[in-house]
Structures are given as C-alpha cells and as structure tokens.
C-alpha cells in the first residue's frame, strides 16, 4: 500500500493550496481517507476526512475554507484548501483506515495498527 502525497507548497495569506493524495495497493470500499496535520501545539488534528459513501467531515479550524473530494477513477483525494492563515503552516499527511476501520483522533501523526499514511507534504503560509 502507497499513499503518496503531492502539492504543498509556500503561498501568502489568504492564497489557495490543492494537495493530492494518490493512493494504490488497495481498493476503496469500506474505510475512510483524509488529511491530518501537526498543530502549532505539537498535538496531531484530523483535518479532515472522506468515507467510502462520499460523507465528509472537517475540524472546526478549516470549515468553509478547506474541501476534501475524491477522484475514484484516479484513486486520487483531494485537499482543497482556501484562505489560507499562517497558522495553517505545517505538515500534511494522507491517511486511508484499513477496511471497517475509520479515521479518528490520534495523539501522534503516524501510521498505526489501523491505518496507512503517506510521508506527508509541507505547507507554508506566510504573513
């Protein structure tokens, strides 16, 4: 399994980033994907997240400015993200549950016993 990550980058206050995340060695039936990133608290936030019948879910910090989508066709997610703050700079991994599992909280941003990650993609948003 691959999760590989794509599109960070650097951007002023209030740009626009799309990161991807194109996957493979699996097929997307019965798990969640999504986006997690470091905290300026050193703390680990699901960003956001995808399931399999297409429901989303955002934190608080991101609604109505970040947008996740799926490219099934591409195996490709997708992390639109808008308005973008300096405190949105970080690192964002891609994260997909093993099947009948979900995404959830974690203490630490890394794979564990339920779930495949990528190597995560840099984000800077300067002021």
């Known amino acids: 399994v691959q999760l590989v990550e794509s599109g960070g980058g650097s951007v002023p206050t209030g740009g626009s980033l799309r990161l991807s995340c194109r996957y493979s060695?699996?097929?997307?039936?019965?798990?969640?994907m999504g986006w997690y990133r470091h905290t300026p608290a050193n703390e680990c936030e699901l960003v956001s997240l995808?399931?399999?019948?297409?429901?989303?879910n955002y934190a608080d910090s991101v609604k109505g400015r970040f947008t996740i989508s799926q490219d099934n066709a591409k195996n490709t997610v997708y992390l639109q993200m808008n308005s973008l703050k300096p405190e949105d700079t970080t690192v964002y991994y891609c994260?997909?549950?093993?099947?009948?599992?979900?995404?959830?909280?974690?203490?630490?941003?890394?794979?564990?016993?339920?779930?495949?990650w990528g190597q995560g993609t840099q984000d800077t948003v300067s002021s």
């Open positions: 994260a997909a549950s093993f099947p009948r599992y979900g995404l959830g909280s974690q203490v630490i941003c890394r794979a564990n016993e339920y779930n495949y």
């Open positions: 060695g699996f097929t997307w039936d019965d798990n969640d």
């Open positions: 995808v399931s399999a019948d297409g429901s989303t």
